[in-house]
Nanobody, 126 residues
């Protein structure tokens, strides 16, 4: 499995921006979907954004579409989540994850992800 470490979380005001980073190591990621999930207190973990590593195909949850952008840097094996126009409802612990599988579709099902980072807290004040 790959090892994932998130960073970049913090406290921001509504309307502000943050960029989360996920440093990956262990294997080539050409056959993986890289995903970002979040979990708010008392709620289940939800898909936020995902990207097939080899071709960069991306998909987003409706709640973040147009505000968040997922990207990756092949040279550093790093996945990013750029979050703009943050809202209080974006407050959650954000997790980076990896799912092995075909590159024709972005995997959004949590159970298919078998590598997870430790999580980073994002808090958006009103």
């Amino acid at each position: 499995q790959v090892q994932l470490v998130e960073s970049g979380g913090g406290l921001v005001q509504a309307g502000g921006s943050l960029r989360l980073s996920c440093a990956a190591s262990g294997r080539s990621f050409s056959s993986y979907t890289m995903g970002w999930f979040r979990q708010a207190p008392g709620k289940e973990r939800q898909f936020v954004a995902g990207m097939t590593w080899s071709v960069g195909r991306a998909n987003y949850a409706d709640s973040v579409k147009g505000r968040f952008t997922i990207s990756r840097d092949n040279a550093t094996n790093t996945v990013y989540l750029q979050m703009n126009n943050l809202k209080p409802e974006d407050t959650a612990v954000y997790y980076c994850a990896a799912s092995p599988g075909p590159q024709s579709i972005v995997v959004v099902t949590i159970s298919r992800y078998n590598s997870w980072g430790q999580g980073t807290q994002v808090t958006v004040s009103s």
